[in-house]
C-alpha cells in the first residue's frame, strides 16, 4: 500500500483512497485522525509537517490502523479514546462509543440541575463508559455522582476513567437497571440499550463490533427503557426526575411508558439536528 519514503502527505492520500474504496464516508477525517494519533500530533501540527518522512515504524503502525479501518473497526475503537463533552475517555470494545446525541442528555440534566438547587443526587444506569456520570459530576462539582451497569466489563472501562478523570467523585455499582442500588436519588439518567432487535441483527451481520448489550433494546426498541422505569421508581422522591436518551421516532412509545409506569411524561429534547432524543419523565408529587 505504502512505500518506505512515503510522506506524511502522501501516506494520507493514499489512505483516503483505500478506505474510500472500503466504503467509508469520512476517509479523508479517519486517517487524519489516525495519522495524528500514530505520530501523537493534532491536527494543526500535523498539517504543518505533511512534508515530513515517515520512519519505517510509524508507517508500519499506520497501515495497520487503516487496514483495521477498512475492514469496518470504528476509529474510536482503534485510537482507544473518544472525545465526549470536551473530554477523552477510555472505549473499547467492551462498552458502546460515546456519541454527540448523549451531549443532549447530559445538557438535560444540567439544565434540571441547575433549575432545582434541591438536586444533590445522581444516578446514571446503564452507565459503559461512564462518560455521562463523570461529565456530570465535573461540570456540577456539588452534586454527589453514582453510576451502575449490568456488565462487569463495562465497569472495568468506566473504573479507568474515573480513575484518570474524576477520582473518587462517582461511586460505581454492578447492578441490572437499579436491582443493586441502595438509597434514593434525585435525579437518574441513562442512555439505555434503545435500538430494535432487527436493526441490531442488520449491525452483527454487517460485523459491527459493539456490544449487544449496550444496543438491543428489544422488538421496539423500549423493552429496557421500561423495565428501567419501574426499576427507577422506587428510588426517586416525590417530584424528582427520570431522563432517558431514546430514538427520534420513539416519543409516544416513551410517553406511555412513562404514564403507564407512573411517571409524568414531562419533556422530550432535541438532539443537534432537531430531532426527539432525550424523554424527562417526573415522579407525582
Not at 433494546?217 to 422522591?237: C, F, W, Y
Request: hydrophobic letters at 40%; proline letters at 6%; glycine letters at 6%.
Amino acid at each position: 500500500m505504502f512505500h518506505q519514503t512515503t510522506t506524511i502527505r502522501t501516506a494520507l492520500r493514499t489512505a483516503t483512497e483505500a478506505l474510500k474504496h472500503a466504503g467509508s464516508d469520512t476517509a479523508y477525517l479517519d486517517a487524519l485522525v489516525l495519522m495524528g494519533h500514530v505520530l501523537d500530533l493534532s491536527k494543526e501540527k500535523l498539517f504543518a509537517r505533511t512534508e515530513d518522512p515517515l520512519t519505517a515504524c510509524d508507517l508500519s503502525r499506520f497501515q495497520a490502523l487503516i487496514a483495521r479501518r477498512a475492514e469496518g473497526e470504528p476509529v474510536a475503537y482503534l485510537r482507544g479514546l473518544k472525545e465526549f463533552y470536551g473530554r477523552e475517555f477510555l472505549v473499547d470494545p467492551r462498552v458502546l462509543i460515546p456519541r454527540p446525541d448523549t451531549e443532549t442528555l447530559v445538557d438535560t440534566a444540567l439544565a434540571l440541575i441547575d433549575a432545582d438547587p434541591a438536586i444533590c443526587t445522581v444516578f446514571d444506569c446503564c452507565t459503559g463508559s461512564g462518560c455521562v456520570a463523570i461529565t456530570l459530576a465535573l461540570e456540577r462539582p456539588q452534586i454527589s455522582v453514582s453510576a451502575g451497569d449490568v456488565s462487569g466489563d463495562a465497569l472495568a472501562v468506566c473504573r479507568q476513567n474515573v480513575a484518570r478523570l474524576a477520582p473518587d467523585r462517582v461511586r460505581l455499582y454492578l447492578s441490572d437497571m437499579m436491582d443493586a442500588i441502595p438509597g434514593q436519588y434525585d435525579l437518574i439518567v441513562a442512555n439505555p440499550p434503545y435500538v430494535r432487535t432487527a436493526e441490531v441483527d442488520t449491525m452483527r451481520a454487517a460485523r459491527w463490533p459493539e456490544p449487544t448489550l449496550a444496543l438491543d433494546g428489544g422488538t421496539d426498541g423500549l423493552d429496557v427503557p421500561r423495565n428501567l422505569m419501574k426499576s427507577a421508581l422506587e428510588h426517586l422522591a416525590p417530584n424528582r426526575y427520570l431522563v432517558i436518551e431514546g430514538a427520534y421516532d420513539q416519543r409516544a412509545g416513551m410517553f406511555d411508558a412513562f404514564h403507564q409506569t407512573g411517571f409524568i411524561a414531562e419533556d422530550v429534547v432535541p438532539d443537534l439536528a432537531g430531532r426527539d432524543r432525550v424523554y424527562v419523565g417526573r415522579t407525582r408529587a
